[in-house]
């Protein structure tokens, strides 16, 4: 016990040595605190449960992102959403419809399983290109974590985003 003791005391750090400290690395893309791959015509990740709110406020997807960015949108539904969306059933026929739509991209997935929170935060942390859309508050706090992703959502009956340069047009409330 005394040997350790000892051992414990012989190692006072040296002032004089250079101090190594951790620092996060940043992809390249995010130039100070924006986005330089996020511009017109933007690309915006869809989750499940947005495409129902806009239903339940009676929302057109396409044009109200329109509407709320002052550019051209193209809604990306990845294969996990879709899923999702045909595991809930017939009470949700109009949103696998509106998933349908042709002017929606689909993205396909390669991992294992249909959990879609999972697969979009995954893509987003991968590909800065992406604005998220949910109301959904547990995946919007994971996409907070993540530098230089702007998130859509819902409010008042309109679209509104967060976290967006305002070099981009979009507006402010």
Same mark, same amino acid.
């Given at each position: 016990e005394k040997e350790r003791a000892k051992a414990a005391v012989k190692k006072k750090k040296?002032?004089?040595?250079? %101090?190594? &400290?951790?620092?996060?690395?940043?992809p390249s893309c995010l130039f100070f605190?924006?986005?330089?791959?996020?511009?017109?015509?933007?690309?915006?990740?869809?989750d499940t449960n947005f495409i129902n709110f806009s239903i339940k406020a009676k929302l057109d997807l396409v044009q109200s992102?329109?509407?709320?960015?002052?550019?051209?949108?193209?809604?990306?539904?990845?294969?996990c959403v879709m899923g999702e969306i045909e595991k809930l059933g017939q %009470?949700? &026929?109009v949103a696998l419809r509106i998933a349908k739509d042709p002017r929606f991209e689909r993205l396909?997935?390669?991992?294992?399983?249909t959990y879609a929170d999972d697969c979009l935060v995954q893509r987003v942390t991968q590909h800065k290109c992406y604005i998220v859309a949910t109301v959904d508050k547990e995946l919007k706090r994971r996409i907070r974590k993540i530098p230089g992703v702007p998130i859509m959502y819902i409010s008042r009956h309109r679209y509104n985003i967060e976290r967006m340069p305002d070099d981009y047009g979009a507006p402010r409330f």
């Amino acid at each position: 016990e005394k040997e350790r003791a000892k051992a414990a005391v012989k190692k006072k750090k040296d002032p004089s040595a250079i %101090k190594e &400290r951790e620092v996060p690395q940043h992809p390249s893309c995010l130039f100070f605190q924006y986005n330089t791959q996020l511009g017109p015509p933007y690309h915006i990740l869809v989750d499940t449960n947005f495409i129902n709110f806009s239903i339940k406020a009676k929302l057109d997807l396409v044009q109200s992102m329109m509407d709320c960015l002052y550019a051209k949108c193209i809604p990306c539904i990845t294969d996990c959403v879709m899923g999702e969306i045909e595991k809930l059933g017939q %009470k949700y &026929r109009v949103a696998l419809r509106i998933a349908k739509d042709p002017r929606f991209e689909r993205l396909p997935c390669m991992h294992k399983g249909t959990y879609a929170d999972d697969c979009l935060v995954q893509r987003v942390t991968q590909h800065k290109c992406y604005i998220v859309a949910t109301v959904d508050k547990e995946l919007k706090r994971r996409i907070r974590k993540i530098p230089g992703v702007p998130i859509m959502y819902i409010s008042r009956h309109r679209y509104n985003i967060e976290r967006m340069p305002d070099d981009y047009g979009a507006p402010r409330f």
